[in-house]
């Protein structure tokens, strides 16, 4: 008995595919030609060799050597090397933040249960470039100067950085073994703030998941509640928490790119920079993505292995 | 017992359940306190609010035109009497204690805090109306709205799509209607705007992208899958900028939309994706036995999605895919940094205003205050709505 | 295939087919060979019982019928209709073959009613008010009258499953298909769910029926057809198959389950 191919269906799958397909391919290739006709009438087709002309602006903070003679790809790099360096600071200081707030949520005594559950709330429901601006803006930039500084054994809050280490005053300018700028630590607070609180919630969401039987299981053994919690549940919560956690650390990789909302030279800020300057719209975009696509990926790869470290074994 | 020394013993089992408690404890209320202290002297000396009440039409609406803003006005007035009678015609006569308070609740934002903010007169006035239309809506939609006949009650969650469009003719122009061009519009306004069409917009696309990803034909699943995984490990920021930058150049000559549509596509193909995730969750939650009985009684696959699966995907996605709706929200806060003047960019111009130097504090704290209480208010409505949907569907036990 | 040994029905049988299989063979994906070659024929107002040991492919063999699995070789008529892979003439098929699941998939976010009335509405364009009324009948035949606005989740197992034998009798079917209906139920209530198939069975519906449940087979079935490794063993009616089975396999399935 024959099927009219409308009907069949073994055909009907392949019929769709085929009309999807044909609807994508048809539509690239409209973008793509409106792009290489609009490219080539601005005189601006893909090219990567305007990456060697000098750069021709400063970068406010840089790890690596940089002035405006070198070329925009060393600028490119030092802006990669200051979001490595956020992001990496900003993912030990909010897991730190995040597991103590987590384990907070569980603690026997009443008010910090509550301030734990303040804090995420609190968080959770603003926008983190507000939290980031009032950091930088408020908090960071009016911190009082020179000899009215803030000065804590070790540690100098002044309006010209925060000093680390052994520090003094030399004619009116601080001077410390390690000098951090205003907008680096503006950004690593308010990230390590943000994530802190959805960290906390991961880790709260983890131990909850962890049975009831095994916390009693453990008081009535005799353990103390802290014994129980780190040494029987805690590692059972890691269970369930190590693959939230990835999602969380991707995400703050991604938000490391406010940092131009607080003057800080990140990769974002330096690309938008060069883009001002070349023009180059499509090659800096796909940098920007590549680049991005990258760190989210290397960050997947690691936690991928803890996850399997962390995983029980089974039968 | 009694009652005090109920507190007490309860005081005393919550804070100082052992010395370490009782030293945390301590140490908590030390330092709340002083940063308490700290920030009632600053509110009461030293805050100046003055920069609120010289530009809250500027945070409110930008720079829309002075002599058409009565349009803005006409089109919250449809919107408060429309939600009140939403909100009379669910809950039906009679006014239950959470009604109530809610009641109590608007009627207090919508009569002190204008007097407050220190909005003119004329302003307080506008307030004071609209919050009676919203109550009035829904003592009037409670007492009467069962009797409309049924065929009218199954077109009025028609009415909600209808204004939106309304709302956004209203705004733009039009028909007989002076043209706003969307580079006027701004503050709050324009933050609700790009907020709602991505919301709005986001949410079929998303359900049709998580489709796809669970889809068993080869072709969708890659299509979805590499769209969902490209969106997800780009930061906001950067497809903003491909928006602004790269847009014009995807569009033959000179036909690029304006910068605010641009912004508003980019922040739903990017939500699209999140809530993608977060319905395939549901997708995946469900039995497949749940098909297999659509099909065997020969509901065809459209009839399956509409009446058996999405039903039910959708209630297990539902605080994942509002989740993201308030992400949407605050993230349109980004779009002060490509140039567009939302709430977020008119307040920094303002605080960039001389004339207001160093009143950032006061700024920030407003919109914080602005922000939380708009995400608090979507989180509970979602839990509420969540807890409501969990009644009616317990899960069949085999 | 030489080893079974199947009583054939008369050729001068008056009533119509209802199911003609003939040579029916299916291969999984991963090569595994699930049915290998399986005939049967079922008349209407038949009751036929297929039994046999976990992975004999009875299941396979029933979802076949309505087109839940699919077959490559051989040929399955039902209802006069011949399966292939025609998109309309399935969806004829499945519109006249009712399913009763092992694990009831009922619909939770719809009322009892709703469950009910969701099919014929969509597929029949019934009107909703005709349905809802042929539906409260049907539920008082199965003994949930009562019930009908509840939600699946408020009802026992035992509840569910007639309620979900309701529903497929919503839909007017020219043949029900039972799919081991009593193995998710607790022991307490298979009686009544057994005791609603009886019924059915008494009216002259045409049932086939996948099951471990020997009474009913013995009361009410009128052949039973034992499967294992993907073929058919036996057919035979139950006094026969029950007593005096005879092929080797049919004693040794037998002596398992007794």
Not at chain 2, 195 to 211: E, K, T, Y
Not at chain 2, 232 to 252: K, S, V, Y
Not at chain 3, 195 to 214: N, P
Request: with cysteine; hydrophobic share 50%; glycine share 8%.
């Amino acid at each position: 008995m024959q099927t009219p191919w409308w009907r069949n269906r073994r055909l009907l799958p392949l019929l769709v595919q085929a009309a999807v397909g044909l609807m994508v391919l048809v539509t690239i290739a409209f973008l793509l030609g409106n792009l290489v006709r609009n490219l080539s009438a601005a005189g601006l087709l893909l090219s990567w060799r305007w990456l060697n002309l000098p750069a021709g602006f400063d970068i406010s903070e840089t790890l690596l050597p940089f002035n405006a003679e070198l070329p925009y790809w060393r600028a490119l790099l030092a802006g990669l090397v200051n979001t490595v360096r956020v992001v990496l600071i900003g993912l030990v200081g909010a897991t730190l933040l995040g597991t103590l707030a987590g384990t907070a949520a569980f603690s026997s005594n009443g008010l910090l249960r509550r301030l734990s559950r303040t804090y995420v709330e609190l968080v959770r429901n603003v926008p983190l470039l507000l939290q980031l601006l009032f950091w930088y803006f408020v908090v960071f930039l009016s911190l009082p100067n020179g000899p009215a500084a803030i000065q804590l054994p070790w540690v100098v809050l002044a309006k010209s950085g925060l000093y680390l280490g052994s520090t003094q005053l030399i004619d009116g300018v601080w001077q410390g073994s390690l000098r951090i700028t205003l907008e680096f630590a503006a950004l690593l607070t308010g990230l390590i703030i943000h994530s802190g609180a959805f960290i906390a919630e991961v880790v709260r969401g983890g131990v909850t998941a962890v049975p009831a039987g095994q916390w009693e299981a453990a008081r009535s053994l005799g353990l103390s509640a802290g014994q129980t919690l780190s040494r029987v549940v805690l590692p059972q919560a890691l269970r369930v928490i190590v693959p939230a956690l990835n999602s969380q650390y991707i995400s703050l990789a991604k938000n490391s790119s406010l940092a131009v909302a607080c003057g800080y030279s990140d990769l974002y800020s330096v690309a938008e920079t060069t883009l001002n300057q070349t023009g180059r719209a499509v090659e800096v975009v796909l940098i920007l993505l590549g680049t991005y696509l990258a760190m989210d990926l290397v960050i997947s790869l690691l936690m991928n292995r803890l996850n399997q470290l962390v995983q029980i074994q089974e039968r | 017992m009694n009652r005090p020394q109920a507190l007490t013993n309860r005081l005393r089992r919550e804070l100082f359940a052992t010395p370490l408690d009782g030293l945390i404890t301590v140490a908590l209320l030390l330092g709340l306190g002083a940063g308490l202290k700290a920030l009632l002297h600053w509110t009461l000396t030293q805050a100046d609010w003055a920069v609120i009440q010289a530009n809250s039409t500027l945070l409110a609406v930008g720079r829309y035109p002075l002599e058409q803003q009565w349009r803005l006005w006409l089109l919250t007035a449809l919107l408060s009497g429309a939600t009140g009678s939403s909100w009379g015609l669910l809950r039906g006569r009679g006014w239950p204690h959470s009604d109530r308070l809610a009641a109590a609740v608007l009627v207090v934002f919508g009569l002190v805090l204008p007097a407050t903010l220190g909005l003119t007169a004329t302003v307080q006035q506008h307030w004071w109306w609209i919050t009676a239309l919203l109550i009035a809506g829904r003592w009037a939609a409670g007492r009467w709205g069962g009797e409309l006949p049924s065929r009218w009650r199954r077109l009025l969650p028609l009415a909600w799509p209808m204004l939106y469009l309304l709302g956004l003719g209203l705004i733009g122009g039009g028909l007989g209607l002076m043209s706003v061009r969307p580079s006027q519009w701004g503050g709050l306004l324009l933050t609700l705007i790009e907020a709602s069409f991505a919301i709005l917009v986001c949410f079929p696309l998303g359900i049709a992208l998580a489709l796809g990803r669970r889809s068993e034909l080869p072709l969708l699943r890659w299509c979805s899958t590499l769209y969902i995984e490209f969106i997800r490990g780009a930061p906001l920021i950067t497809l903003l900028f491909l928006g602004q930058n790269i847009l014009g150049f995807l569009l033959p000559g000179g036909l690029a939309p304006d910068r605010v549509w641009r912004a508003a596509w980019i922040l739903t193909f990017f939500a699209a994706a999140y809530v993608a995730e977060a319905v395939r969750a549901g997708l995946a939650a469900l039995p497949r036995g749940q098909w297999e009985a659509a099909r065997s009684l020969g509901l065809n696959t459209v009839q399956t999605l509409l009446h058996v699966v999405l039903p039910q995907a959708l209630r297990v996605a539902l605080p994942a895919t509002v989740g993201q709706f308030i992400t949407l929200l605050q993230d349109t806060t980004l779009l002060s940094l490509i140039g567009l003047l939302d709430l977020l960019g008119v307040a920094r111009a303002v605080m960039a205003n001389p004339e207001f130097l160093g009143r950032n504090a006061e700024v920030y704290l407003v919109l914080a205050i602005l922000f939380w209480c708009c995400c608090a208010a979507l989180g509970l409505g979602s839990r509420s709505l969540e807890r409501r949907l969990n009644r009616q569907s317990l899960r069949s036990q085999p | 295939m030489t080893e079974t040994m199947t009583s054939h029905p008369k050729a001068d049988d008056p009533r119509t087919v209802m199911i003609e299989a003939r040579a029916v063979q299916k291969w999984y994906p991963n090569g595994f060979h699930a049915l290998r070659g399986v005939d049967l024929t079922v008349h209407q107002g038949e009751v036929v019982v297929i039994m046999g040991p976990s992975g004999s492919g009875k299941s396979t063999f029933l979802r076949t019928f309505n087109a839940l699995e699919d077959f490559q070789k051989g040929s399955i008529v039902v209802d006069g209709i011949e399966l292939c892979d025609d998109v309309r003439r399935i969806d004829a098929i499945r519109r006249e073959v009712g399913m009763v699941f092992q694990q009831f998939n009922l619909f939770p976010h719809l009322s009892v009613l709703d469950n009910l009335t969701l099919a014929p509405t969509l597929v029949r364009h019934r009107t909703k008010a005709d349905v809802q009324r042929q539906a409260l009948e049907l539920l008082a035949r199965v003994g949930i009258h009562e019930q009908a606005h509840k939600f699946p989740g408020q009802l026992s197992g035992g509840q569910q499953q007639r309620v979900a034998i309701a529903r497929s009798l919503c839909m007017e079917p020219r043949l029900l298909l039972f799919d081991e209906p009593t193995s998710a139920l607790d022991p307490e209530m298979v009686q009544e769910v057994l005791m609603v198939m009886q019924e059915l069975a008494k009216e002259g519906m045409t049932m086939v029926v996948v099951t471990h449940e020997v009474r009913f087979a013995r009361q009410v079935a009128d052949r039973v057809v034992l499967m294992a490794d993907g073929e058919v063993v036996e057919i035979a009616p139950p006094e026969q198959f029950f007593t005096a089975p005879q092929h080797p396999r049919s004693r040794q399935f037998l002596s398992q389950i007794s």
